[in-house]
Structure formats: structure tokens, C-alpha cells
T-cell receptor, first 115, second 113 residues
Framework: DARVTQTPRHKVTEMGQEVTMRCQPI?????VFWYRQTMMQGLELLAY????????DSGMPKDRFSAEMPDATLATLKIQPSEPRDSAVYFC?????????????FGPGTRLTVT | GDSVTQMEGPVTLSEEACLTI???????????LFWYVQYPGEGLQLLLK?????DKGSNKGFEATYRKETTSFHLEKGSVQVSDSAVYFC????????????FGAGTRLFVKA
């Protein structure tokens, strides 16, 4: 049963520190999405890639966030420097693009707490 | 832009009760519509989908019909179980948004034994 994996599952860090979150998409999927979920804002799309190329990162604060896909088996989301308002659950999803939509499979998430 | 509005929760039901979670959407063109479910501590899972008007998506006893005339995609189940307790998200994907998925705010369901 293929699954999206994310590491770490939990991260507690102090304000100003760099945070790196990793995602291993399902083998064969050509699209990777990064989402952030908070109680106040709900689920927000931060960025997504197709065939490892960034398609849209307009949802991401550019000054501190960066997303990359160094190879087909790894996607990373970095925050530098981190701030308390970045505390959230970050989800990676991988998927396939169909004619009319993306079929997405979500990972378990990384719960980030910035103190 | 495209958007999804779903009923606010929480919704609390007794086991074996009927469930309806309302969802309406705003979109240009003909989007695909989805329901996702999120169990505690997990990521979202696709529950069902419909890609054109009058299609009915169904899975695990849940169903939803794509109603273009009322721009709705209400989630229904005839008899809920305690294990259905979760957060349910209505979503759409349309060509005007580059096929990105737009999610509703989510509706939390509690089912009591």
C-alpha cells in the first residue's frame, strides 16, 4: 500500500531557527503539493510542483519559505527564520494530473511548533 | 475566484442516524467536485468525487450528487457509525484555477454510541 511519507512528524523549535520538512511522494506520482493547516486559516496551498518543476508558489511567504524537489523521491519545505506564526501542521500531498483535476494523496503531516 | 462553502460544525449525531453535510460552490466553467475526510492525527483522504453534472460519487456508504443547477454537492450517509467521526472537507478543482484544489473550511462530525 503506497503512501506519502513525511519527516519529522513533530518539530518544536525556537523562533529564528531554520526548519526543514521532508516529503517522499508516492513512486510514479508526478505532482507534489505543500499545504499548511491551522484552526484559523484552515487548509492553505503553499506551493506545488509537476515533474519536479515549481508551478505555483504564490501561497508561500517568499521572504522566509522555500520549496524544492531535488529529485523525484524528495520534496523539501524550508522556513528560515521561523516565527511563532508559522506554527501549524504542514501536509505534503502527491498525485497524478487527470484531465480535469489532480488526484491527491496526503501524507500524515508535520506538526510544527515555534516558540 | 472559485470558492467552496460548507456548513459549519460541529455536527453531533447518534449512531445509525442520517447524515447530510451541505456544500455549495462558486466556479466558472465545469469544475470537478470532491469530498475528503480527515481522521484525528492524519492527513486528508479522498472519500469520493464527481467530475461532471449529475454524476454521483459514492464510497463507504457515503454519496454525493453533482447538482449544477443548485451548484451543490451535499454529502449524505444513511446510517453513521462511531468510526465516521472525523472532519469532512468539500473541495473543487477547475480549469480557471489551473486545476488547483480549493477546499472548504471543513465540517467536524461527532458520532455518539
Amino acid at each position: 500500500d503506497a503512501r506519502v511519507t513525511q519527516t519529522p512528524r513533530h518539530k518544536v523549535t525556537e523562533m529564528g531557527q531554520e526548519v526543514t520538512m521532508r516529503c517522499q511522494p508516492i513512486l510514479g506520482h508526478n505532482t507534489v503539493f505543500w499545504y499548511r493547516q491551522t484552526m484559523m486559516q484552515g487548509l492553505e496551498l503553499l506551493a506545488y510542483f509537476r515533474n519536479r518543476a515549481p508551478l505555483d508558489d504564490s501561497g508561500m511567504p517568499k521572504d522566509r519559505f522555500s520549496a524544492e524537489m531535488p529529485d523525484a523521491t524528495l520534496a523539501t519545505l524550508k522556513i528560515q527564520p521561523s516565527e511563532p506564526r508559522d506554527s501549524a501542521v504542514y501536509f505534503c500531498a502527491s498525485g497524478l494530473n487527470r484531465a480535469t483535476h489532480y488526484e491527491q494523496y496526503f501524507g500524515p503531516g508535520t506538526r510544527l511548533t515555534v516558540t | 475566484g472559485d470558492s467552496v462553502t460548507q456548513m459549519e460544525g460541529p455536527v453531533t449525531l447518534s449512531e445509525e442516524a442520517c447524515l447530510t453535510i451541505n456544500c455549495t460552490y462558486t466556479a466558472t466553467g465545469y469544475p470537478s467536485l470532491f469530498w475528503y475526510v480527515q481522521y484525528p492525527g492524519e492527513g486528508l483522504q479522498l472519500l469520493l468525487k464527481a467530475t461532471k453534472a449529475d454524476d454521483k460519487g459514492s464510497n463507504k456508504g457515503f454519496e454525493a450528487t453533482y447538482r449544477k443547477e443548485t451548484t451543490s454537492f451535499h454529502l449524505e450517509k444513511g446510517s453513521v457509525q462511531v468510526s465516521d467521526s472525523a472532519v469532512y472537507f468539500c473541495a473543487l478543482s477547475g480549469d480557471t484555477g489551473g486545476f488547483k484544489t480549493i477546499f472548504g473550511a471543513g465540517t467536524r462530525l461527532f458520532v455518539k454510541a
